[in-house]
């Protein structure tokens, strides 16, 4: 069963930058996982950030395509996101997914969740 385990969360000043981990294990040899990140904050839907596919394409949403990236180290099987410039907006609990795909959109759907992260900007 594949698992997913976000890392790099926690307070950030308005401004900064931050680098979220997530880490794949359990991954079936030879199978093509689309990877990517998504965020929620309360009293919000769950909002797609980017994603990246296994051969490290990626692909980030418009309304943060200017600050974020997202990249993929195949050898250690974990997605990045690198976030920069970050605002109060961005405050949520950002999730990793996974799914055995060789396509990769935001609009697909996920099999694999990891349990999340929470990202807190401060002004």
């Known amino acids: 069963q594949v698992q997913l385990v976000e890392s790099g969360g926690g307070s950030v000043q308005a401004g900064g930058s931050a680098r979220l981990s997530c880490a794949r294990s359990g991954s079936t040899s030879g199978t093509v996982y689309c990877m990517g990140w998504f965020r929620q904050s309360p009293g919000k839907e769950r909002e797609g950030i980017a994603v990246?596919?296994?051969?490290?394409?990626?692909a980030v949403a418009k309304s943060v395509a200017d600050r974020f990236a997202i990249s993929l180290d195949k050898a250690k099987e974990t997605a990045y996101l690198q976030m920069n410039s970050l605002t109060s907006e961005d405050t949520a609990v950002y999730y990793c997914?996974?799914?055995?795909?060789?396509?990769?959109?935001?609009?697909?759907?996920?099999?694999?969740w990891g349990r999340g992260t929470q990202v807190s900007v401060s002004s």
């Open positions: 997914a996974a799914d055995e795909s060789w396509t990769c959109s935001l609009g697909q759907t996920f099999q694999f």
């Open positions: 990246v596919t296994g051969w490290g394409y990626p």
